[in-house]
């Protein structure tokens, strides 16, 4: 099993960028495919991007070019460089864990962090 644990939220303005971090325990960090995703209010939680043992990375449209997700088995964490935000990518990030591709399926879940992005 493994945990997961958030951080890098917070509140910006739109054009603004945010990383977020994510912390892995466990031994086989390196083994599992890592993933965001996040949930908007009064909205399903929805995948954002996915990055697999291998370091191949998938991203929704809505993101893609504007996010980067990223990982370092040496430190167990898995990133999400945020650039260019928009209104529209205010919700709750929550980062994942799972034994399948970049797609899924995830396993493991964290808590979550916010993210809101004011016009």
């Known amino acids: 099993q493994v945990q997961l644990v958030e951080s890098g939220g917070g509140l910006v303005q739109a054009g603004d960028s945010l990383r977020l971090s994510c912390a892995a325990s466990g031994r086989t960090f390196s083994s599992y495919a890592m993933g965001w995703f996040r949930q908007a209010p009064g909205k399903e939680r929805v995948f954002v991007a996915g990055?697999?043992?291998?370091?191949?990375?998938t991203y929704v449209d809505s993101v893609r070019g504007r996010f980067t997700i990223s990982r370092d088995n040496a430190k167990n964490t898995v990133y999400l460089q945020m650039n260019s935000l928009k209104p529209e990518d205010t919700a709750v990030y929550y980062c994942a864990a799972g034994f399948g591709s970049s797609w899924g399926p995830y396993n493991y879940w964290g808590q979550g962090t916010q993210v809101t992005v004011s016009s």
């Open positions: 990055i697999g043992w291998g370091g191949d990375q």
